[in-house]
């Protein structure tokens, strides 16, 4: 079994929904909680991160971090085609080490 | 001018063939890793570099090599290519304990 497990997808949404990926995660001690967009032939950007458990918010983008659950999501408000990307989650257990990435989730936004 | 950047962007050779990829940022970060990257398997850990006298193996170093050359400048070799070698290779760096890393553009290698 994976140490970090995400849906490959593909998820395809009309323009304007919310997009709703995630990641469930079976080391307890990861801590620092990462999301990565990834465009076609592109190298990924860190798009969140969010240390422990909670919600962190950015423009449209909301991350949220249940660690009791082992879970974290990714929220995509009103989504756009330019949306349209690979999205990978990644952990780590502490700062500065190592991460640990998710398979990805391909999303497609389709005008 | 690109901060993180790969050379060469694309690269077919043979099996048994010797190969070197390599990485050179601007950004001025100590950490630099190489990652290698398959469909549905995200991105798997090579290699591992937090400074010019510090190599560190990952989860798949087998069949690959390392040379940390200068703060800005990190290769990896594959001794003799395999055909399961064949996926797409990043570069990426980052400074101490941030744990933002700052990814290249890729690298796809095709081994027949």
């Known amino acids: 079994q994976k140490e970090v497990e995400q849906d490959p997808g593909p998820l395809s949404v009309p323009e304007g929904a919310i997009v709703s990926l995630n990641c469930t995660y079976s080391n307890s001690a990861f801590q620092y909680f990462m999301w990565y967009r990834q465009y076609s032939r592109k190298g990924p950007e860190l798009l969140m991160y969010?240390?422990?458990?909670g919600n962190k918010e950015d423009g449209r983008f909301t991350a949220q971090v249940d660690k009791s659950s082992k879970y974290i999501s990714l929220f995509i408000r009103d989504s756009q085609p330019s949306d349209s990307a690979t999205y990978l989650c990644?952990?780590?257990?502490?700062?500065?080490?190592?991460?640990?990435f998710g398979g990805g989730t391909r999303v497609l936004v389709k005008p | 001018d690109a901060d993180v950047t790969q050379t060469p962007r694309n690269r077919i050779t043979k099996t048994g063939k010797r190969i070197m990829l390599e990485c050179s940022q601007t950004k001025g970060h100590d950490r630099m890793y190489w990652y290698r990257q398959d469909p549905g398997l995200g991105l798997r850990l090579i290699y591992y570099s937090f400074d010019v006298k510090d190599i560190n193996k990952g989860e798949i170093s087998d069949g690959y090599s390392v040379s940390r050359q200068a703060q800005a400048k990190f290769s990896l070799s594959l001794e003799s290519a395999i055909p399961n070698q064949t996926a797409l290779y990043f570069c990426?760096?980052?400074?101490?304990?941030?744990?933002?890393?700052?990814f290249g553009p890729g690298t796809r290698l095709l081994v027949l």
């Open positions: 969010t240390y422990s458990s």
């Open positions: 990426a760096t980052s400074v101490g304990a941030e744990e933002t890393q700052y």
């Open positions: 990644a952990m780590s257990a502490a700062a500065g080490n190592k991460l640990t």
